[in-house]
């Protein structure tokens, strides 16, 4: 800004008139001559630059922390003293029991997949089969388009009870097929049991739950237990095959088409027609 008042301008001549003049050290003026008969310039003082490449290093870092920490937090749900309902896409839901611990392992159109470490859920799923699957340590339930209730507890033993449609347990190709009103138990090391219906008796349901007793089985067996009986079939040696599939036969009398023999051998289809002739009745 100008001085324009000329009462300040004699001030400030004055206060210079005042100030006594100092000669720089003879030092300092023989480095400024020296620097200027080498024809330097002065330079400013270095800025200290990150290489590109160690920004990119140092944002992959913390891109793969974020994602292990958010994987590591990602979906797990435990309950409390209170029960908790969660929507399964847009295919169902579940209702959480208190005392509940589980994680949300897959949320995909096609795939909607729990890890239940211990606990209780109901499920109640309206879409094709095998969209919905709950995991535990002996096993996985595979929704066939059901509604059912899953225990478990921290070894992975536990029960499957089903109220609509079918479940089916699978452990290292092992498989339980569960319709509504049965249910199966499931067990660390062994994965799922046989299944029965609820209303099955007594004499069956501890024939199968325990030490497997065939012979007490095949005398409890209503019409209606070759579901039982069905599975038995695969689980029994190879001289218990015979009694079990002739007691089948007893109670629901099969067709031709059924082959006898294929089916004691454990074939594939003959045994999925078998369960097809049979099911009307589960």
């Not at 913390?62 to 399964?88: E, K, L, P």
């Not at 019409?223 to 009694?243: E, G, I, M």
Request: proline share 7%.
């Amino acid at each position: 800004m100008e001085m324009t008042d000329p009462a300040a301008e004699r001030f400030a001549q004055s206060m210079l008139a005042e100030l006594p003049l100092v000669e720089a050290p003879e030092s300092v003026w023989r480095g400024i001559e020296a620097r200027l008969d080498a024809g330097e310039r002065p330079r400013p003082a270095p800025v200290f630059r990150w290489p590109r490449w160690a920004f990119a290093i140092a944002a992959i870092f913390a891109i793969v922390a974020a994602i292990f920490w958010r994987a590591s937090q990602r979906g797990w749900i435990d309950t409390g003293h209170s029960s908790q309902t969660i929507a399964i896409g847009q295919i169902g839901t579940v209702t959480i029991a208190p005392g509940t611990r589980l994680r949300v392992v897959a949320d995909r159109p096609e795939e909607h997949r729990l890890a239940l470490q211990h606990g209780e859920i109901h499920a109640r799923i309206t879409a094709p089969p095998r969209l919905f699957f709950v995991d535990t340590a002996s096993g996985t339930a595979i929704d066939l388009g059901c509604e059912y209730t899953l225990t478990a507890d921290d070894r992975g033993a536990g029960e499957l009870h089903v109220t609509r449609g079918w479940v089916a347990f699978v452990w290292q190709g092992r498989e339980s097929l569960t319709p509504a009103g049965a249910m199966v138990r499931t067990r660390p090391v062994s994965g799922p049991g046989i299944p029965y219906f609820e209303d099955a008796s007594s004499e069956l349901k501890r024939a199968v739950d325990g030490r497997l007793d065939v012979n007490a089985a095949l005398g409890a067996a209503r019409p209606r237990d070759t579901l039982t009986l069905w599975h038995l079939l695969q689980r029994v040696s190879d001289t218990d095959r015979a009694p079990v599939y002739d007691r089948i036969a007893t109670l629901a009398p099969l067709p031709a088409s059924i082959d006898r023999e294929k089916v004691l051998r454990l074939d594939p289809e003959a045994l999925k027609l078998l369960k097809e002739e049979l099911a009307w009745t589960w």
